[in-house]
């Protein structure tokens, strides 16, 4: 279960999410209505999470035996080193840009909060899990864990809710910059904008030293 814990909190580092909830924050004119919009964008991030998460249970489950023997295969934690090493080059070789261009597409239809906030973040939930080594590693611990059915499928709504957690964060630290734009909260903000770059990466390398340390205890 610390597994399943541990890559469902990696899977929160969302740099997509993250941007469009602070682009939200500060191209939104301050009488918009910031609060119900990124509530419906990540409960229907959430969702998309929730729904793959299920999609991937059911298979794990069908598979368990070969999921068990996975994940106590040396091939696994070397996998999860490449990963990790893989992952660090590629954001040390980015620009840190964060995919600006596609933000300002998803930032089109998220201008008032309506049925096509949820169904952005939906879509956003659905491909942040979908493209993540520890979404899918998470629930790979889950499923192969001694747990009862209740559990593991109950789990998933905490698990779904482990991965959104950090954007949540983010949100209502967003928000408190709307709301007191003059205070640490503000100033931090402003910091962050101005070291966009470096905030970007530092969430690349923190998964990727995440990952490579979790393949090296796999190993030992």
Request: net charge positive.
């Amino acid at each position: 279960m610390i597994q399943a814990v541990s890559f469902g909190l990696l899977d929160s580092l969302n740099a997509l999410l993250i941007g469009v909830i602070v682009a939200l924050g500060v191209m939104l004119p301050r009488n918009a209505a910031y609060r119900r919009i990124v509530t419906l964008l990540i409960a229907g991030d959430w969702f998309g999470v929730f729904v793959l998460s299920f999609i991937t249970m059911v298979v794990f489950d069908g598979i368990r035996d070969l999921v068990q023997r996975a994940l106590d295969s040396p091939v696994f934690g070397i996998l999860l080193i490449i990963t990790g090493v893989l992952t660090f080059v590629a954001t040390l070789r980015g620009d840190g840009g964060g995919g600006s261009p596609l933000v300002r597409r998803i930032l089109d239809p998220l201008q008032a909060p309506s049925f096509k906030t949820v169904v952005v973040g939906f879509i956003l939930g659905l491909a942040q899990s979908a493209t993540s080594i520890p979404f899918f590693t998470g629930l790979a611990y889950l499923s192969a864990g001694d747990y009862h059915a209740a559990v593991r499928y109950g789990g998933l709504v905490v698990y779904a809710s482990l991965a959104l957690s950090l954007p949540a964060l983010s949100a209502v630290f967003v928000g408190l910059v709307r709301a007191y734009p003059y205070s640490v909260f503000g100033r931090a903000f402003e910091w962050m904008r101005g070291n966009r770059e470096v905030v970007v990466k530092l969430a690349g390398y923190i998964v990727a030293v995440a990952l490579t340390l979790f393949g090296v205890v796999k190993l030992l």
